[in-house]
């Protein structure tokens, strides 16, 4: 029932920030216990999980990116965003949006969005 889309530029220069949006249906990102994650995969690498806002508009963050990330909603659009600041040619990675119905214990991630290619370059 819930679908996610992500959505922003597919390029960014470096040193500049990156910002995408995660559009959510059939589903509200206030409903109690969600939790509503960015997760990027790296070019050949493994998924690796950057940060979450919950329900109730709290956010965590990945130490290893926690001082270049940050995580905000929109509840009026149903819309939660990734800005990461600073990028680099490492940061070039398809990004995806996921969702969780039950952030008090991570199960897994119950919804996906098709992810979106981002490339730093010059």
């Known amino acids: 029932q819930v679908q996610l889309q992500e959505s922003g530029p597919g390029l960014v220069k470096p040193s500049q920030t990156l910002s995408l949006t995660c559009t959510v249906s059939?589903?509200?990102?206030?409903?109690?216990?969600?939790?509503w994650s960015w997760i990027r995969q790296p070019p050949g690498k493994g998924l690796e999980w950057m940060g979450v806002?919950?329900?109730?508009?709290?956010?965590y963050y990945s130490p290893s990116l926690k001082s270049r990330t940050s995580i905000s909603r929109d509840t009026s659009k149903n819309q939660f965003s990734l800005q990461l600041s600073s990028v680099t040619p490492e940061d070039t990675a398809v990004y995806y949006c996921?969702?969780?119905?039950?952030?008090?214990?991570?199960?897994?991630?119950?919804?996906w969005g098709q992810g979106t290619q981002v490339t730093v370059s010059s």
């Open positions: 996921a969702a969780g119905l039950d952030g008090r214990y991570f199960r897994g991630y119950d919804y």
């Open positions: 806002s919950a329900y109730d508009g709290s956010t």
């Open positions: 059939g589903g509200s990102i206030t409903t109690s216990y969600g939790a």
